[in-house]
């Protein structure tokens, strides 16, 4: 199995690294994994790409590759570039930080996979939640790094990916807590955080400049039953099935009606 590995943290974020050994056990001995990752973090850029300018590839090692760019703009690169042919798999994370319910919006860790489902590819992203139980920069990804394999064979296994105009991906947070009390698994929708958005914060420098600073809400807020990110703070891995159609299917046929 071939499998392309990429992020929004860096080349050099540590939860690459997991990623890289969760991909390396997948794959197995005879398997590929190649490294296409931002030369530098790119969080919150969503589904960027550059339109305006050229990206610039660094190659680091036989199959580690430093692009100047998004994500997303990773994904494009290693398809129509970088690989010697075409990936089984793309994985994207693992990330520092959840991406569950409304963060979903913003990361570029999403922003990946999404690219790759958009380009008829198997895509998972996954997150390692963070929270008062996970704070030890030594052991902070450790429930991806124990149930990552599990986690995506399982979904493997599963075989949902279709062929659909906007194909199916996989958005998987793992829990805020040690990895040895990981109380299971669930397949969620997205959350919603109430109270809980992106906001601003101004700061004042000693010349009397001043500038803003985006902060997230309380990331532990509750999202109700059967969502993302309330699985992940009740001690679930949450594995929520996502398309790039942003279509309000629920309404369409009332305003139709409505607007006709």
């Given amino acids: 199995m071939r499998i392309l590995i990429t ?5 050099n974020a540590p939860g690459l690294a997991v990623l890289h050994d969760i991909a390396s056990a997948i794959a ?3 398997g590929e994994v190649w490294t296409v990752a931002p030369a530098q973090e790119q969080s919150g850029v969503g589904h960027c790409i550059n339109y305006t300018h050229p990206t610039m590839v660094t190659q680091l090692d036989p199959r580690r590759f430093a692009v100047q760019g998004s994500p997303a703009d990773c994904v494009l690169a290693a398809l129509f570039d970088i690989l010697p042919g075409e990936p089984d798999l793309i994985l994207s994370g693992v990330n520092r930080g959840n991406n569950a319910a409304e963060n979903v919006l913003y990361s570029g860790t999403i922003g990946a996979a ?24 030594e052991h902070a990804f450790a429930a991806a790094a124990t149930h990552g ?6 979904l493997l296994a599963a075989d949902v990916w279709d062929d659909a105009d906007y194909c199916l991906f996989w958005n998987v947070n793992f ?11 669930q397949v969620t929708t997205q959350g919603f955080r109430r109270g809980g958005h992106h906001h601003v914060v101004r700061a004042e420098t000693p010349g009397h400049r001043h500038f803003l600073w985006v902060k997230g809400g309380d990331q532990q807020r509750a999202t ?7 699985a992940n703070v009740d001690g679930y891995i949450s594995a929520t099935p996502m398309r790039a159609d942003l279509t309000a299917h629920d309404v369409i046929d009332q305003m139709r009606d409505r607007l006709a």
Wanted: glycine share 12%; proline share 11%.
């Fill in 7 to 11: 992020n929004d943290d860096g080349i």
């Fill in 175 to 185: 829990p805020p807590v040690p990895a040895a009390d990981v109380a299971g698994f």
């Fill in 28 to 30: 197995g001995p005879t």
């Fill in 149 to 154: 394999v599990a986690t995506i064979n399982r």
């Fill in 224 to 230: 109700g039953a059967g969502t993302d990110a309330q």
């Fill in 114 to 137: 999404m690219e790759a489902a958009l380009q008829g590819h198997r895509a998972i992203a996954l997150s390692q939640y963070y929270g008062p139980r996970n704070m030890d920069p």
